[in-house]
């Protein structure tokens, strides 16, 4: 089966591209597999494409390359509208709601479509209009299935498909190292400033301790200043990028989560898989959406004293070794739905249904 999943661009350090990437490295063991995408920013995609995955682009966004049409987005229009028109696949899989307006308008009906989601439904116009089209919308989540079968209204099949991790096999945490470990974007949403200021709180009762913050972003020069100003800098690095962040996480004893927003949650989902708690914000469409409160990490209410109380979470588990075990073991058994091959099949299955249909 040939399938091919569109991306605006696999060059990047985000959780959904972390996510197509694995999958497609799955898929590609048994499958013709093919990731289109949009743009090319890179000589290199961030994360690691498996040899059997081909990888082509759309537009070639790197410095110094001329191309015929102007620049901008009526380049890529065009270039996706040429490819979409001449597709020759089993299956599509479309990982933006733009991208999958545009497969449903334009790629071959013979080809099963499918969009992936991971957040909320965004203006709902051409939602509604063109996803009756599509074969089926793959969810992230089950809080975001009920978004989207709310939005869809029974037009369009949705199902509940998690995100793939990594092949394995995973490096696993001894949980005794003193550090708590966060990776991510460094952007506004993923509110470390709150980690940060909780952080402080325990470097004064367990100077011990180390956080080491992974990423990069917008918001670094803001976050080494608060660092400066909190007298922390023997106390908070910042490690820089990398593609190998369960391979780090596996080196902390606790993974700590700050964001407003955790989906896709690739980074929960990682740092579960390395047998590492993890301590959360309950937000909507936080670590929630993941973390188990008592079983595979700690969940802290937002609100009121928040950074108080997001401390006194970090210090319970840094001071009860035990606990931290306890809930490394959760995190394990809750990482078992992501494996690479149990998504693959999903997938599969999906792809096989939905084909069977038309």
């Known amino acids: 089966m040939r399938i091919c999943l569109l991306v605006p661009s696999v060059d990047g350090m985000r959780g959904d591209v972390r996510s197509v990437v694995n999958l497609a490295g799955e898929l590609a063991e048994r499958h013709d597999v093919e990731i289109i995408s949009v743009r090319r920013h890179r000589e290199r995609p961030f994360f690691p494409v498996r040899s059997k995955v081909r990888l082509s682009w759309l537009v070639d966004a790197r410095p110094g390359v001329r191309h015929l049409l102007p620049a901008g987005q009526m380049r890529a229009d065009v270039a996706l509208w040429r490819r979409l028109r001449g597709l020759r696949a089993d299956a599509l899989i479309t990982t933006r709601p733009g991208l999958s307006v545009q497969a449903a308008r334009h790629a071959p009906r013979r080809t099963v479509r499918i969009a992936r989601e991971w957040g909320r439904p965004p203006v709902p116009g051409p939602i509604r209009r063109f996803y009756p089209r599509l074969d089926a919308v793959a969810v992230a989540t089950e809080t975001g299935r009920a978004d989207w079968e709310r939005l869809l209204d029974g037009e369009a099949e949705t199902r509940w498909v998690p995100d793939a991790l990594p092949a394995g096999p995973w490096p696993r945490s001894r949980m005794d190292n003193r550090i708590v470990a966060a990776g991510g974007r460094w952007v506004p949403v993923k509110a470390y400033d709150r980690l940060i200021r909780s952080f402080a709180v325990v470097a ?155």
């Open 204 to 358: 004064g009762k367990r100077p011990d301790w180390r956080l080491r913050l992974y990423g990069s972003g917008p918001e670094e020069k803001r976050l080494r200043l608060l660092v400066t100003e909190l007298g922390l800098h023997n106390h908070v690095y910042f490690m820089g990028n990398t593609p190998d962040l369960g391979g780090e996480f596996a080196k902390a004893s606790i993974v700590a989560v700050t964001s407003r927003a955790e989906v896709p949650g690739m980074t929960v989902i990682e740092a579960m898989a390395s047998g590492v708690p993890v301590i959360g914000f309950d937000s909507a469409r936080g670590p929630g959406e993941f973390v188990v409160d008592g079983r595979s990490g700690v969940l802290v209410p937002e609100g009121g004293d928040e950074i108080g109380a997001y401390a006194s979470a970090l210090l319970g588990l840094i001071d009860d070794e035990r606990r931290r075990r306890e809930l490394a073991a959760g995190a394990l058994e809750a990482a078992a739905v992501h494996g690479a091959p149990a998504v693959a099949e999903r997938w599969e299955k999906l792809i096989a249904e939905t084909a069977g249909r038309a």
